[in-house]
């Protein structure tokens, strides 16, 4: 978790430094010279999530009905499975730093890169992509805290290593924090995103195999149970179709700029009537 948010602060602050020389004349989206702009959009992405089971659909239960049930299902069988898998220390140490550098180094990397290499070559598109990719990933942080410590789940190394929920009540709470997988939630919002952006096979391709890769480096690697990394990847996925969806151009719903009135900067909040997608 440290890690996570050190990454993000490097990121905004290399920004802000690629931002300064840049110097752009006004604002008229999120970014470094418009953070107001990028709170509001994480606050309207909180509230989107936080209220999206208000708004199911009968069509949902495509993908809710076979989530519940695998999500169920694995939560039965997440002891034994890892019982199966073994201890190997050195098996878990590899698949835990390819996990890491995955699931968290590399998308942080790229929302950071991507932003620099955009600002200085002028591409608007992977500028765009840039920002996106990290309110995705401040979105997922801010999900996956909050369901971990409501969830208090033991780790496969923890306890009786079976991955007991709320082990000893409130008394010493938090136990764990083993469910949602950060890094599947994490990569898995990077992931959607970038497919999204730059929709070719290979890119798809590209970056689903990494969030796979991430999702079973997890388990492997004895950091977390297999039910914890199928919440994580699937919240992650979701969370970063939400994000595409509100904030790409022609997508969204709702859309708030900043703009200058005769009394100094604005924020204008706008919205498409003619486009009513849930999430």
Not at 45 to 62: G, V
Not at 122 to 139: Q, W
Not at 173 to 189: K, L, Y
Request: some cysteine; glycine content about 8%.
């Amino acid at each position: 978790m440290a890690n996570r948010i050190l990454l993000l602060g490097i990121a905004l602050f290399s920004s802000v430094i690629v931002r300064a020389q840049a110097a752009p004349a006004a604002p008229k989206d999120c970014g470094i010279d418009a953070l107001q702009i990028c709170a509001l959009h994480v606050l309207q992405d909180q509230a989107r999530i936080i209220t999206s089971p208000l708004r199911i659909k009968p069509e949902d239960l495509l993908w809710l009905a076979p989530f519940a049930a695998g999500t169920g299902y694995t939560l039965t069988q997440d002891a034994s499975i890892m019982q199966d898998l073994g201890h190997d220390p050195g098996r878990e140490k590899d698949f835990n730093t390819a996990s890491n550098i995955l699931g968290i180094y590399a998308p942080a990397g790229y929302a950071l890169g991507g932003f620099i290499t955009a600002s200085i070559k002028h591409d608007d598109h992977l500028r765009e992509t840039s920002l996106l990719v990290t309110e995705a990933g401040v979105n997922a942080l801010i999900i996956n805290t909050a369901l971990q410590y409501a969830v208090n789940r033991q780790d496969p190394k923890q306890g009786s290593q079976t991955g007991k929920f709320w082990p000893h009540g409130t008394k010493t709470w938090p136990d764990g924090t083993s469910m949602p997988s950060e890094h599947a939630i994490n990569v898995w919002s990077f992931a959607h995103v970038v497919a999204a952006e730059y929709p070719g096979w290979r890119t798809k391709m590209l970056v689903y195999s990494m969030a796979t890769t991430v999702s079973f480096s997890r388990v492997i690697a004895r950091q977390h149970f297999p039910s914890d990394v199928i919440v994580g990847s699937t919240f992650g996925y979701l969370i970063g179709g939400l994000v595409i969806h509100d904030r790409s151009p022609g997508l969204g719903n709702v859309s708030v700029s900043s703009v200058r009135t005769p009394n100094g900067k604005g924020v204008q909040v706008s919205y498409n009537f003619n486009q009513s997608r849930g999430y």
